[in-house]
């Protein structure tokens, strides 16, 4: 059962434009979500989260928007640079409920320079 | 601290042996996750533990797959009598707490390869 899904597998930016990738999930017991960047070779990094009673949360060029009704959240990158070329997780989490993250399939994201 | 480390980083084996991989977590992080991941899926719970205690474990870990967390330290994860179906990067995390708000701490994996 997917309960996390991002349903673009790839998002290519200019390098300076803004990058935003798209998560949505189905279970409404969720109430933390987070995403994770991850490079070839290596394990998934946390990026920045929110929790569900905030809609929006901001870490210099990071930015995570939540829509609780839409059970939809997004992040945004601006301005992309060519670093930020990497695989994106959405996660989301039940604290109530103890239970472990689920994540989405992921999207990858290239910035052209 | 150096993170979480895992062993090996890459494993080969023929169907039908038996593998076992090691992941060192960070030190004070008490929970322990296991996740598997195979091509252009995200990660997939398979089982976590509290200090030694296993608290929950995915439908996905059949009775081929056992993991031990001995004195709440480093952790085993052991896959018997492989299927080719079984290769996949396997992932190990760790948090404080549930990890929910601060996320969890990855490995880099172990990947395997049954042939």
């Known amino acids: 059962d997917q309960q996390v899904k991002q349903n673009s597998p790839s998002l290519s930016v200019q390098e300076g434009r803004i990058s935003i990738l798209n998560c949505d999930y189905t279970?409404?017991?969720?109430?933390?979500f987070l995403w994770y960047k991850k490079y070839p070779a290596e394990g998934p990094t946390f990026l920045i989260s929110?929790?569900?009673?905030?809609d929006k949360n901001e870490d210099g060029r990071f930015t995570v928007f939540l829509n609780k009704s839409a059970k939809h959240l997004s992040l945004h990158i601006v301005p992309s640079q060519p670093g930020d070329s990497a695989v994106y997780f959405c996660?989301?989490?039940?604290?109530?409920?103890?239970?472990?993250?689920?994540f989405g399939a992921g999207t990858r994201l290239t910035v052209k320079p | 601290d150096t993170g979480v480390s895992q062993d090996p980083r890459h494993k080969i084996t023929k169907r039908g042996q038996n593998v076992t991989f090691r992941c060192d977590p960070i030190?004070?992080?008490?929970?322990l996750y296991w996740y598997r991941q195979t091509l252009g899926q995200g990660p997939e719970f398979l089982t976590y533990?509290?200090?030694?205690?296993?608290?929950?474990k995915s439908r996905l870990l059949s009775d081929r797959f056992s993991a031990e967390r001995p004195k709440g330290s480093f952790s085993t994860l052991e896959i018997q009598r492989t299927e080719q179906g079984d290769s996949a990067m396997y992932l190990c995390?760790?948090?404080?707490?549930?990890?929910?708000?601060?996320?969890?701490?990855f490995g880099s994996g172990t990947r395997l390869t049954v042939v």
């Open positions: 533990f509290q200090n030694e205690a296993q608290l929950e």
């Open positions: 995390a760790s948090s404080q707490g549930q990890g929910a708000y601060y996320g969890y701490t």
């Open positions: 030190s004070e992080h008490n929970r």
């Open positions: 279970n409404s017991m969720f109430d933390y």
């Open positions: 929110i929790s569900s009673i905030k």
């Open positions: 996660a989301a989490s039940a604290y109530q409920a103890n239970n472990d993250m689920r």
